[in-house]
């Protein structure tokens, strides 16, 4: 009776393990544009792709600047050319969601200093934290 009933919880594990899956989250291309902030300062866009080559669904739901706490960070979208914060952006499975000017953004504002590139980690719903570097360029205002 206990050796059947081993049985079926391991065939259960596999069979769940099996059908649930997990993502599988890497980063590439990442650059921050900035420009003046008023006040002082700059505020930051940060751009990538975001790729998911794992079995799930993910969410990017934050990120924060690392040893930059007065660093105030939001996910955006843009909606007929203004940005809207957003409280995730979806990840799905198997393909890349690329944060480009006019679409879904990361930006940081409040973060003083001056810095050719900015490390930070992005937060995922399912896989944590992944910590990125993005280099910094100045934005350069069509004409
Ligand atoms: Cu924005």
Known sequence: MFK???????VLIFLLSA??????????????????????GYVYALFMG??????ADDYLTGAEVI??????????KTVAGKMVPVNEIKIPKGEVVRLAPGYEHIM???????????????????SG????????REYQPAK
């Open 67 to 76: 040893n930059h706490s007065e660093a105030r960070v939001e996910l955006h």
């Open 108 to 126: 940081i504002f409040n973060l003083s200093g001056d810095f050719k590139e900015i490390e930070m980690d992005l937060i995922f719903r399912k």
């Open 50 to 55: 975001i790729i998911n080559s794992g079995k």
């Open 19 to 40: 059908c649930i899956g997990s993502p599988e989250i890497s980063v590439e291309g990442a650059y921050a544009l900035r420009e003046p902030a008023e006040g002082g």
């Open 129 to 136: 934290k992944l910590r990125i570097t993005a280099k910094v």
């Open 4 to 10: 059947t009933g081993l049985i079926i919880a391991f």
